[in-house]
């Protein structure tokens, strides 16, 4: 990437994330083995179509079927969150009846 201040990374430039050795060399994971210790580390992951601001009052009024207008169009790229912080933005799919989240973009934050 040329641009330094770009914070979107497409998922193809995705690097492995590293780790710090016992003598301060940072090293890149060599497999699946060396993430286990996070792997049963609970996240909360949400998948955010888009948004609405209605009064309690007509917040009441809903009932199934209702449709809510949001502020998002037709095929633009949904939000993904982990734990309340955006990481990356996908798109809608149907697997098997189901609806699911393909990842298409990551994005970085400067910590």
Not at 2 to 19: C, F, H, K, M, V
Not at 64 to 73: F, H, I, P, Q, Y
């Amino acid at each position: 990437m040329s641009d330094e201040q770009d914070t979107n990374i497409p998922l193809d430039e995705l690097e492995a994330p590293q780790r710090a050795q016992d003598d301060g060399e940072i090293q890149a994971p060599q497999s699946a083995a060396d993430l286990e210790a996070v792997f049963d580390v609970p996240v909360r992951i949400s998948a955010v179509l888009g948004h609405s601001r209605m009064h309690v009052s007509d917040l009441l009024k809903l009932a199934s079927g209702t449709v809510l207008e949001l502020d998002r169009k037709v095929g633009e790229a949904i939000d993904i969150y982990v734990n309340d912080r955006l990481v990356a933005r996908g798109e809608v799919v149907l697997v098997e009846d189901k609806l699911g989240v393909t990842m298409t973009e990551i994005i970085k934050t400067d910590r």
